[in-house]
C-alpha cells in the first residue's frame, strides 16, 4: 500500500492528533503525553501499524516531556531520515514498517547506546507484559 492509501485509511481510523503527528510530523506538548511517566512492563507498538518499536526494559525518564528510550525494540523496528525543519539539523525517527513519524532521536541519551529516542505518546499504544 503506498503512503497516500495509508495516510488516507489512517485519517479515518486515528484521532485527528495521532494523525497529526504520525503523518504531519507533528509533537505533542512537552509533558501530556500519557506514556511520558508510565514505566509499567510491556511494549511500545506503532498506534498505526501495531509494529512493536521500544520496550519498558530500554524506557528511561529524560525530563524532557517526552517518552524517552535508549534503543528499539531491534535495529529493523525503525528507520532514521534526516530532518531540517524548524531550523535545525535532527534525525527524525519513523516505524519501518508504515513510515509513521514517530520522534527524534539524539546523542545525549544513557548507556549502553548513547541514544535518546524521544517520541510522541500519540504515536505509540501500549502492550502490557502479560503475568504467568
Known amino acids: 500500500m503506498?503512503?497516500?492509501?495509508?495516510?488516507?485509511k489512517y485519517k479515518k481510523e486515528l484521532t485527528q492528533d495521532q494523525y497529526?503527528?504520525?503523518?504531519?510530523?507533528?509533537t505533542e506538548k512537552p509533558?501530556?503525553?500519557?506514556y511520558n511517566k508510565h514505566f509499567k512492563k510491556g511494549v511500545y507498538k506503532c498506534v498505526v501499524c501495531g509494529q512493536e518499536?521500544?520496550?519498558s526494559d530500554t524506557k528511561f525518564d529524560s525530563k524532557t516531556g517526552w517518552p524517552s528510550f535508549f534503543e528499539p525494540v531491534n535495529k529493523k523496528a525503525v528507520e532514521y531520515k534526516k530532518d531540517s525543519?524548524?531550523?535545525?539539523?535532527r534525525t527524525e525517527v519513523v516505524c519501518s514498517n508504515c513510515k509513521a513519524h514517530l520522534g527524534h532521536v539524539f546523542d545525549d541519551g544513557p548507556e549502553p547506546s548513547g541514544k535518546r529516542f524521544c517520541i510522541n505518546s500519540l504515536a505509540l499504544n501500549f502492550k502490557k507484559e502479560p503475568f504467568f
Do not use: A, V
Open 2 to 8: 503506498n503512503q497516500d492509501k495509508i495516510k488516507e
Open 31 to 34: 509533558g501530556s503525553g500519557k
Open 85 to 89: 525543519s524548524l531550523g535545525l539539523e
Open 20 to 26: 497529526n503527528i504520525c503523518f504531519l510530523k507533528g
Open 53 to 55: 518499536l521500544f520496550s
